[in-house]
């Protein structure tokens, strides 16, 4: 699976942006997704995950009740919806997958259990 994330832009305190990630490969559509993110200086950390039957999702306490994600599979395409953004939120955010996994349901926020990655896209927040 190769992956391809866009949508990263500079905007306002309070404003929002859509990220995409478009993949190739036939098994993203049974392979659970994430997005991540790095801030300049700081560690990868997990923002979001969906399983590829969409039904389990899980968030990271910083991002919730702000930022959505989603994934249309017939598409080969994961979203991440980022709306309120904070000045915290400016960091490098990468899409990654698992392999195909057994499970509809299955998920995970361990960076380490993803086996690709994105080149990810740059989102810088203004206060």
């Known amino acids: 699976v190769q992956l391809q994330a866009s949508g990263g832009g500079l905007v306002q305190a309070g404003g929002s942006l859509r990220l995409s990630c478009a993949a190739s490969?036939?098994?993203?559509?049974?392979?659970?997704v994430g997005w991540f993110r790095q801030g300049r200086g700081k560690e990868r950390e997990f923002v979001a995950a969906?399983?590829?039957?969409?039904?389990?999702?899980r968030y990271a306490d910083s991002v919730k009740g702000r930022f959505t994600i989603s994934r249309d599979n017939a598409e080969n395409t994961m979203y991440l919806q980022m709306n309120i953004l904070k000045p915290e939120d400016t960091a490098v955010y990468l899409c990654?997958?698992?392999?195909?996994?057994?499970?509809?349901?299955?998920?995970?926020?361990?960076?380490?259990?993803?086996?690709?990655w994105g080149q990810g896209t740059q989102v810088t927040v203004s206060s």
């Open positions: 969906i399983s590829w039957s969409g039904s389990t999702i």
């Open positions: 990654a997958a698992k392999k195909a996994a057994l499970s509809p349901n299955a998920i995970t926020s361990d960076q380490a259990a993803y086996d690709y």
């Open positions: 490969g036939r098994s993203f559509s049974t392979s659970s």
